[in-house]
């Protein structure tokens, strides 16, 4: 097994599903509009002074490598980590998040142990968690689904929906903490077909808890690199990788000083003996999130995102054409 494909989730594919999907709605609200466009990270909705951002996310599969180890805590903070991290996108400062969790049964243990890390996760994004739904469906599912919805603000006039974007602009990468949310179904794959447990040592730690560490929440430097005007596009690398640069304009991102990748990123490639243009498409390979901004702003970018003990660095450019290029493995995405 080498591709995300393969293991039962192709990219492509589901682009044409949700084209079907999106064909049959087309009601409109009088007086009432989404000014960003479907396809963005994050809606924005016409307000008045401010826009509404609003998006919507899950952990995915990585659920079930909780449920199997029986650690939660981390996937509590994954769901507002994927949801403020998309609502950042256009310059929206999160304000407001709802949960929303299936369940088989009233296992007290796992509900205590996922409320601590939405806990940790609203108090790192700086939101509230105003409610939320628990469904109880043993009938439908062998494992707990989390997945919420995150509300933000903008002013208009500050949003960032990527149109700044230009030629010459440098693209600047803040690291993640590992695989975040995103590929599990195939490195899940990989590990049954492989017969390799979750106990397995990596460099002293067990692979389960180097699997289940939680996404990173960029959601306090990069609302000050907004607020203070230095992006002119904005990025979370999630399922998709780093072909969801193309989201924000139709130009040309190269990559060609990406940032080193944790261990687990080449662990899982070894494994597989997967491509890295399957890698790079899959996974953040290290790289959580990207602020396009011009090269006079790139070094109060940089300090702004060290100031809250990140680790970033300069990852590419922008030029003309289109698509997304790593030329060290040859490597071209044109869709996303």
Not at 94 to 123: E, H, S
Request: hydrophobic fraction near 40%; include cysteine; glycine fraction near 10%.
């Amino acid at each position: 097994m080498k591709t995300y494909s393969e293991a039962g989730v192709d990219i492509d594919k589901k682009d044409v599903f949700l084209k079907a999907l999106l064909a049959s709605i087309r009601y409109k609200r009088k007086g009432f509009r989404n000014v960003i466009g479907i396809g963005h990270y994050t809606s924005l909705i016409d307000m008045g002074k401010y826009y509404l951002a609003i998006n919507t996310d899950g952990v995915g599969t990585k659920m079930i490598i909780a449920e199997e180890m029986k650690k939660y805590i981390n996937v509590g903070i994954d769901v507002l980590a994927m949801n403020v991290n998309d609502t950042i996108c256009v310059g929206a400062e999160p304000i407001a998040f709802v949960d929303y969790l299936v369940i088989r049964d009233y296992d007290l243990t796992k509900a205590r142990q996922i409320g601590i890390g939405l806990n940790r996760g609203a108090r790192m994004a700086n939101v509230n968690i105003v409610g939320g739904e628990t469904a109880v469906m043993p009938d439908m599912l062998n494992y707990t689904d989390l997945s919420g919805t995150s509300i933000g603000i903008v002013k208009k006039g500050k949003q960032i929906t990527g149109n700044k974007i230009r030629k010459g602009d440098i693209i600047y990468a803040i690291a993640s903490s590992g695989l975040h949310s995103n590929g599990f179904t195939l490195v899940r794959k990989l590990l049954k077909e492989k017969n390799i447990s979750y106990e397995t040592k990596l460099k002293g730690r067990k692979l389960g808890d180097i699997l289940l560490t939680s996404t990173y929440i960029y959601v306090k430097p990069v609302i000050e690199i907004a607020n203070k005007n230095y992006a002119h596009g904005l990025a979370h690398i999630t399922g998709g990788g780093l072909r969801n640069l193309i989201r924000l304009k139709k130009m040309k991102f190269v990559i060609n000083k990406p940032l080193k990748a944790p261990m687990i990123f080449e662990y899982i490639r070894e494994l597989g003996n997967i491509e890295y243009k399957e890698m790079y498409q899959t996974f953040n390979m290290g790289m959580g999130f990207m602020i396009i901004t011009s090269d006079k702003n790139v070094d109060k970018v940089d300090k702004i995102v060290k100031k809250y003990g990140f680790y970033g660095d300069v990852v590419g450019y922008v030029d003309e054409g289109f698509g997304v290029e790593i030329p060290e493995y040859k490597i071209r995405y044109e869709s996303y």
